[in-house]
């Protein structure tokens, strides 16, 4: 790069420490408790991902929970339908997002309403018509609209409503949002006054989401790749990389060499590079949803660790098992555990155990094992809450 001229180097172990104290897993319980927590977490960590499997509880809960000890799922719905502190809407996939990021997100919405992508092809001006109509008279679920001509299923997971589709088009072009969950039954309701605006707030301009990504990046990562800023979304590589290359220039980025990564580029700020006495031995049951995992070749950069997620894979090829958690304790990756939760019987059921890292050596298992059992205690109480 341009005016690149020192390097600071990183161990693998000091990068990683400096990733979990972005994330707040080196703390018992960083964002205090109730609703507020879920908003403080979710400003924090920029979005949380939402999924719908839920063999054991769904991601978006388990990330809060890793993070909130007192969490509950009542405290998100706070958030989203009477706080209004957050959002839904698509990062890299469909997430949680802090509602004072709103305006960073409508250069998308408007994409969406410019250039209809192949999935909305279908929605008729007339599909679109009818659900705005409906709303119009107040918040529904598309279980609220029994007179569609039902059609074809494209596929397993699309509905026979012509409706739903129009529902999901006019939330992603920022007509609609979603306005509260029951499970995954989503309540969509008209934007502005789900809000109680007059109009939607001024959009970010270029240069201003940029700016955006990199410091969302930040924040929750201490140490950024073009590749960990921009997670799927390769038109914004050179966005960023400009507002890159400025804060270098300024001082206010520092660009990294990381152990074993040989040309890959890395930056962070001067004053994130202090990894301190090491990462409290906290254990955590990760979702491999969760931010610390969810981009696999990061993970396994900077851990050493190939987390595996083989819901889709033939049980016959399965590694670690159909719903394997990473299971992490302090600053290493040591197990990989497959739960399900039996909820008739109300008990968390261990389908498979694997140790990994650190915990493939037996010598540290006699240390480790009970520690992860008081935390899955914990865990399945958390499962067989509220």
């Excluded at 949002?177 to 109009?199: A, C, P, Q, V």
């Excluded at 016959?316 to 719903?323: M, N, S, T």
Aim: hydrophobic share 40%.
């Amino acid at each position: 790069m341009s005016g690149q001229k020192k390097l600071h180097p990183l161990s693998r172990r000091e990068a990683r420490r400096i990733w979990l104290r972005a994330q707040r897993l080196d703390a018992a319980a960083p964002f205090g408790v109730g609703a507020e927590a879920v908003a403080e977490a979710i400003g924090h960590l920029g979005y949380v991902q939402i999924d719908t499997i839920n063999v054991i509880e769904r991601c978006h809960h388990h990330i809060l929970w890793t993070r909130i000890p007192d969490y509950r799922r009542v405290h998100l719905r706070q958030a989203q339908s009477v706080d209004k502190s957050v959002f839904e809407y698509w990062t890299h996939a469909l997430s949680y997002i802090p509602s004072r990021d709103l305006r960073f997100f409508i250069p998308l919405m408007r994409l969406h309403r410019r250039e209809r992508e192949r999935w909305f092809e279908s929605v008729t001006p007339a599909d679109l018509r009818k659900v705005m109509r409906l709303i119009r008279q107040g918040p529904l679920t598309i279980r609220d609209i029994d007179d569609d001509v039902l059609v074809e299923k494209e596929h397993l997971w699309a509905s026979r409503k012509p409706s739903k589709r129009a529902l999901q088009f006019a939330f992603y072009i920022g007509a609609l949002t979603i306005s509260e969950r029951n499970g995954m039954l989503k309540t969509y309701e008209l934007m502005e006054r789900h809000f109680g605006w007059d109009s939607l707030p001024k959009a970010a301009s270029r240069v201003e989401v940029a700016a955006y990504l990199l410091d969302r990046a930040l924040r929750s990562q201490g140490v950024v790749s073009l590749d960990s800023i921009c997670h799927l979304d390769a038109p914004s590589k050179p966005g960023v990389r400009g507002v890159i290359e400025a804060r270098v220039r300024r001082g206010e980025l520092v660009s990294i060499t990381l152990e074993g990564a040989g040309k890959q580029e890395y930056w962070a700020r001067p004053e994130d590079l202090q990894t301190g006495d090491g990462t409290p031995e906290l254990v955590h049951i990760l979702s491999p949803f969760d931010p610390l995992v969810i981009q696999r070749k990061r993970t396994h950069q900077f851990f050493d660790y190939e987390h595996r997620f083989e819901a889709y894979v033939p049980k016959e090829k399965r590694k670690f098992g159909y719903f394997a958690l990473p299971v992490l304790v302090g600053d290493d990756f040591v197990a990989a555990i497959d739960l399900k939760t039996d909820r008739q019987d109300r008990k968390l059921l261990l389908q498979k155990w694997s140790w990994v890292g650190n915990g493939a050596k037996r010598t540290a298992r006699g240390e480790l094992k009970p520690k992860i059992e008081e935390a899955l205690g914990r865990f399945e109480r958390f499962q067989l809450g509220d």
